[in-house]
């Protein structure tokens, strides 16, 4: 599970596992020994992730997206990058960075705020529940919101994981995910069922940031191609070829923007 979760958490596992002896000799009391085992796992794991992973895979071409606001380019949850799911290609990191100071230029205050990017090591390793995101050229983008009481702009998306609050179509506009899940496509809308939606009724969906943040990365020379649920395509004008449908087989992608490189 912590293999398919961040990819070392396995191998980190077991280095723990090996190494653990040692502690035996602080204590034999058995609570306080599962929790110096524990604390010894959370050590190891922990110097992995921070020092020694970015160091090995920076040579192997990917690098780690900022833990922390960095050139106006955050994560939406830190869970992302405590579970390695935030390398990506160095061109990939270009962009990004890119476009974050794209839209803090054309709208002051507003970061980028990333969602799933990729592992840090092998190509076509599946960094899960996505079909594609296995090469480090592959990032997802949070859209902005409005506070739906005071309009005020918001960093923020109401969704734990960044996923599942979708912008439905609107009446008139093509209905994508009904179309895919009467095709028999059960999981295009799965998120959105299981993730909770209470905070959907607080937030409005920004689509002038949401439209600029599209059109900044459809100009990047580095990206090849975008994917957005077609309403949303339609509804915040977007003309660009570089702007794909992403197929039935994947899931909705009307609560976030996936970009990858050419
Ligand atoms: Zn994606």
């Not at 034999?28 to 992995?48: E, G, P």
């Not at 996923?163 to 179509?169: A, H, N, Q, V």
């Amino acid at each position: 599970m912590l293999t398919v979760l961040s990819q070392t958490g396995g191998i980190v596992l077991l280095l723990a596992l090996a190494t653990q002896k040692w502690l035996t000799g602080i204590s034999k009391t058995n609570y306080v020994l599962t929790t110096l085992k524990c604390l010894w796992f959370v050590f190891i794991y922990a110097l992995c992730t921070f020092l020694i992973v970015p160091l090995i895979a920076r040579p192997l071409g990917r690098v780690p997206l900022p833990m922390r606001e960095t050139g106006h380019l955050k994560p939406h949850n830190l869970l992302s990058c405590l579970l390695n799911r935030n390398y990506v290609h160095k061109d990939l990191e270009q962009t990004a960075f890119r476009v974050a100071a794209q839209m803090h230029q054309q709208f002051p205050g507003s970061t980028l705020n990333y969602l799933d990017a990729g592992f840090p090591f092998i190509n076509g390793f599946p960094l899960l529940p996505h079909l594609s995101h296995n090469d480090g050229k592959k990032l997802d983008l949070s859209f902005y919101y409005r506070d739906a009481k005071t309009n005020q702009v918001l960093n923020s998306n109401g969704s734990f994981t960044g996923y599942g609050i979708c912008e439905e179509p609107l009446p008139g506009e093509i209905n994508t995910a009904q179309g895919c899940s009467k095709n028999g496509y059960w999981q295009y809308s799965l998120l959105k069922k299981i993730v909770s939606q209470k905070n959907k009724e607080a937030l409005t969906f920004d689509e002038q940031r949401t439209a600029a943040m599209v059109n900044f990365f459809v100009a990047d020379e580095n990206i090849g191609k975008l994917f957005i649920e077609p309403h949303l395509k339609t509804r915040l004008k977007l003309s660009s070829q570089k702007i794909k449908f992403h197929g039935c087989r994947a899931v909705r992608h009307d609560d976030h923007l996936h970009v990858q490189l050419k």
